[in-house]
């Protein structure tokens, strides 16, 4: 009980986790992207598209489809999407100076409406009965566990049971957050964030920097989308099923004060607190919406908490959410 | 053979949009082992020129040769490249990093080893004398660790031709002569020193040699030890100026705010003030000395009712009805509405004093958004009013309905000042309201202050200049760390006496006070 409990909480944190280490990569190039929610659902909708074509190439059999290319093409097409997107994002702030919020938000209402316009045309081709389109071919090959994950008993369940993109956004938070602290790409990549002029007269080129931690981040935020799809959803997609999973990710970062490394456990303790209202018999569905709420009430006293210690660290990068033009006098 | 140049401008031009013309035709050489001044008052195109070197700006026209090689440097990367490190007025460090990281960040040597670099930056600090700790936060230094951290920046890139934008403007008289030895030091080292400056005396205290620019022009490079001030002046301004200011004697002196053991805790919890008490007095002027961050700030909003967590009596002698009113504890509001009519400049122009996005006239505003008579505003009077202020003070801007930010900070000064003085005010409070300004406009807001107490007006000054405090004020009140160290006429004191009681310390206060 108490093991699928965690695992449970761990595979609805993990979308979270892609958008909240996309996010901090954005921000920390200084841009406050609330195009997050968007971008994930793109990346997801582009893992399914590119799914669903290889599933009809192979005649929709799956002795014919290669476990390489089931899981490559739908990844590929995922990255791509939400590189598209973080393009877009970089475009209209970094080179046309636009409102980074009104961007943002802009694009959120676009990635979801692609989104469901794509979702909703292949739910027209395929003819089915209900409001979802299903690949659970290609979703086999995403679950793969790892193979004695069933010998180890409890062990096995909480740690080795899930699939590889679940071990991936571990990895990529790791990987990013050793990459800000310790790294001098780090370095300069949190200089832009905080400074751009200070980045600027270094030597730095803080187009370049911002443009690629926005597209970088787009993509690890995309996959978010996909993780959700083929793995938590098992390659089932309906329209607007993903829901607010990524304004979560977005509380998350605050939550994480910009950490990737402590948006891990914030993850899974936004995936517990997601899932509390399931664990407590005798809640009407007003009371459910109730509960969903508890990961803002987190977040929020977070903020409190850490604006009250006030402490530098813990702050978001100083430029968030400004442009950069070098000659503006 | 004539010694090569270590850096030479040709013709240069440089425009911003269409109308303005920072420089315009600039040709001028500096030389290695050399501390060059480069002289200008405000908006005359200093900054903007050496920022061309620094690879901040591209110049429009012309040409840069370093050390006889035409180099085109249109980045900072280029720049360093050319070994030339500039150090700006406004610093470019990132706060929430450290010395060493800061001096590290934008170089590509290989590897990425915070340890080495600090060796390094060790090695630089011995090596012309620099105090620094490597692994403190920028954003607890104080401002001159701060620019001693940009001035090892540049040295750690290798740089032999330095610039440094106003470097004294925020330092104390003391570190501007450690600053002063570390460039000296530099330069007998064989680096060619730029100083952006318009103090006459650092001037002729340090450089070698000055080239004055006037409105973006070139006017005319001279030795610093065959000129004075007053020619120098003379190619600044383009006209003689009167470098006195006339003090003329107080009359009529009544007591106008008296102030009795005030004392004011800040948000941390640190005692600022601690039982100050002074009187300032109508028709005369207050000056107010202490090293920057003694408490003269909380001095003055404590005053202004801009402060929590106050402590003691501040009187207020109204002259028109006789009253003696308690100001403590009051909001700005509520002292307004007692009939107190205080006037403040304060040291934050664009964050305190004015709305740097709102254009002249909604600043006027400010002070008078409630005397309409219906629920619309009026408009028209704060519009004459910023008309009277722009023709009266020679205010440079395209019009009344400019953005407070576009405008250079001694308009900017002119602006906030004319608006403050033309309330009429009984108590005009000021603080540094010449920093960063030129000659020019220093004395036309001298002369303003000095006009005010000549009206009956009680002035309270905060200056950092002590000459300039000295010459202006009547009497000066010295504070250190929130306490009263002394009290002096300006008329008869030294500068060494009042430098002496700024450093005094708590404990011989408490000596002195036991005896």
């Given at each position: 009980?108490?093991?699928?409990?965690?695992?449970?909480?761990?595979?609805?944190?993990?979308?979270?986790?892609?958008?909240?280490?996309?996010?901090?990569?954005?921000?920390?190039?200084?841009?406050?992207?609330?195009?997050?929610?968007?971008?994930?659902?793109?990346?997801?909708?582009?893992?399914?598209?590119?799914?669903?074509?290889?599933?009809?190439?192979?005649?929709?059999?799956?002795?014919?489809?290669?476990?390489?290319?089931?899981?490559?093409?739908?990844?590929?097409?995922?990255?791509?999407?939400?590189?598209?997107?973080?393009?877009?994002?970089?475009?209209?702030?970094?080179?046309?100076?636009?409102?980074?919020?009104?961007?943002?938000?802009?694009?959120?209402?676009?990635?979801?409406?692609?989104?469901?316009?794509?979702?909703?045309?292949?739910?027209?081709?395929?003819?089915?009965?209900?409001?979802?389109?299903?690949?659970?071919?290609t979703s086999q090959f995403f679950c793969k566990e790892l193979p004695f994950a069933d010998e180890l008993g409890w062990f096995g369940d909480l740690f080795l049971s899930y699939d590889f993109l679940t071990y991936l956004a571990i990895a990529i938070a790791l990987v990013s957050a050793f990459v800000l602290r310790r790294t001098r790409v780090g370095l300069n990549l949190r200089s832009v964030g905080e400074s751009p002029a200070t980045a600027d007269a270094a030597g730095i080129n803080v187009t370049r920097y911002k443009y690629i931690a926005t597209c970088i981040g787009s993509a690890v935020a995309g996959l978010g989308g996909l993780q959700y799809v083929m793995a938590y959803a098992n390659g089932v997609w309906s329209n607007n099923a993903f829901g607010d999973r990524g304004w979560m990710a977005i509380a998350l970062v605050i939550f994480a004060l910009w950490k990737p490394d402590v948006a891990i456990l914030g993850a899974f303790l936004f995936g517990a607190l997601c899932n509390a209202n399931n664990y407590i018999h005798g809640l009407g569905v007003e009371a459910q919406e109730l509960f969903k709420m508890l990961p803002y009430v987190v977040t929020v006293i977070v903020l409190v908490i850490t604006s009250m210690r006030k402490k530098r660290e813990h702050q978001p990068p100083a430029h968030l959410g400004l442009s950069y033009f070098r000659e503006e006098r | 053979?004539?010694?090569?140049?270590?850096?030479?401008?040709?013709?240069?031009?440089?425009?911003?949009?269409?109308?303005?013309?920072?420089?315009?035709?600039?040709?001028?050489?500096?030389?290695?082992?050399?501390?060059?001044?480069?002289?200008?008052?405000?908006?005359?195109?200093?900054?903007?020129?050496?920022?061309?070197?620094?690879?901040?700006?591209?110049?429009?026209?012309?040409?840069?040769?370093?050390?006889?090689?035409?180099?085109?440097?249109?980045?900072?990367?280029?720049?360093?490249?050319?070994?030339?490190?500039m150090i700006h007025q406004h610093f470019k460090l990132v706060d929430v990093f450290t010395a060493t990281e800061n001096i590290v960040l934008g170089i590509n040597d290989g590897k990425y080893n915070l340890k080495e670099s600090t060796k390094k930056i060790k090695e630089i600090c011995d090596k012309y004398g620099f105090e620094i700790d490597p692994d403190k936060k920028i954003y607890t230094m104080s401002v001159s660790e701060k620019q001693t951290v940009e001035i090892i920046k540049v040295l750690y890139r290798g740089a032999d031709i330095l610039i440094l934008d106003e470097p004294t403007a925020v330092l104390t008289p003391q570190e501007t002569s450690k600053l002063f030895d570390v460039l000296r030091r530099m330069r007998d080292d064989g680096k060619c020193i730029i100083i952006i400056t318009h103090k006459l005396h650092e001037v002729m205290a340090l450089s070698d040699r000055v080239s004055v620019l006037r409105k973006g022009e070139y006017v005319g490079s001279v030795n610093t030890a065959e000129t004075s001030q007053e020619e120098l002046t003379e190619m600044m301004v383009g006209k003689k100026v009167d470098l006195n200011i006339n003090r003329s004697q107080p009359k009529d002196i009544v007591e106008r705010l008296v102030v009795e053991d005030l004392s004011c805790v800040d948000r941390q919890g640190t005692t600022v003030l601690d039982k100050v008490s002074f009187t300032a007095n109508a028709g005369e002027i207050l000056g107010i000395a202490g090293i920057a961050g003694s408490g003269q700030r909380e001095l003055l909003e404590a005053i202004a009712g801009l402060q929590k967590n106050i402590d003691g009596n501040i009187f207020y002698n109204d002259p028109n009805t006789g009253n003696k009113e308690d100001l403590i504890g009051k909001s700005p509001v509520e002292i307004r509405n007692l009939g107190v009519r205080l006037s403040f400049v304060p040291e934050d122009r664009l964050g305190m004093g004015l709305?740097?996005?709102?254009?002249?006239?909604?600043?006027?505003?400010?002070?008078?958004?409630?005397?309409?008579?219906?629920?619309?505003?009026?408009?028209?009077?704060?519009?004459?009013?910023?008309?009277?202020?722009?023709?009266?003070?020679d205010v440079v801007t395209p019009g009344v309905s400019t953005p407070v930010r576009r405008l250079s900070g001694g308009n900017v000064q002119k602006i906030l000042v004319g608006r403050e003085i033309s309330s009429i005010p009984t108590i005009l409070m000021a603080a540094y309201p010449v920093r960063g300004l030129d000659i020019n406009s220093s004395y036309l807001i001298y002369n303003l202050l000095n006009e005010q107490k000549e009206n009956g007006v009680a002035v309270i000054f905060v200056g950092e200049d002590l000459d300039v405090l000295l010459e202006l004020c009547d009497r000066i009140l010295v504070i250190g760390s929130g306490v009263v160290t002394g009290v002096v006429d300006a008329r008869t004191a030294t500068k060494e006496q009042v430098g002496l009681l700024m450093t005094k310390s708590k404990e011989e206060i408490a000596g002195d006070a036991n005896e």
């Open positions: 009980m108490i093991i699928q409990m965690i695992t449970r909480a761990i595979l609805l944190g993990i979308p979270m986790l892609y958008g909240a280490v996309g996010e901090i990569i954005t921000e920390k190039s200084g841009h406050l992207n609330l195009g997050i929610p968007g971008i994930m659902y793109v990346g997801a909708i582009g893992g399914v598209t590119g799914s669903f074509l290889y599933e009809n190439a192979c005649g929709n059999s799956i002795d014919n489809m290669s476990p390489f290319l089931s899981v490559f093409i739908p990844l590929m097409c995922s990255i791509v999407g939400s590189i598209i997107m973080g393009l877009i994002y970089s475009f209209l702030t970094v080179t046309l100076r636009a409102n980074q919020n009104v961007t943002g938000l802009a694009l959120t209402t676009f990635g979801i409406g692609i989104g469901n316009f794509f979702g909703a045309s292949l739910i027209k081709l395929v003819d089915s009965d209900m409001p979802s389109i299903a690949l659970t071919k | 053979m004539a010694k090569q140049a270590a850096v030479e401008m040709k013709n240069i031009t440089k425009r911003f949009g269409s109308k303005v013309v920072a420089n315009k035709n600039v040709s001028l050489k500096a030389y290695r082992s050399e501390i060059l001044s480069i002289l200008g008052e405000n908006g005359s195109g200093k900054t903007t020129l050496m920022n061309m070197i620094a690879g901040i700006y591209f110049p429009d026209e012309g040409q840069i040769f370093i050390d006889g090689q035409e180099a085109v440097i249109a980045s900072p990367k280029d720049a360093f490249s050319y070994k030339v490190g709305v740097a996005n709102m254009d002249i006239t909604d600043n006027m505003m400010l002070r008078s958004y409630s005397k309409g008579k219906t629920m619309f505003l009026e408009r028209k009077p704060p519009k004459n009013l910023a008309e009277k202020i722009i023709d009266e003070l």
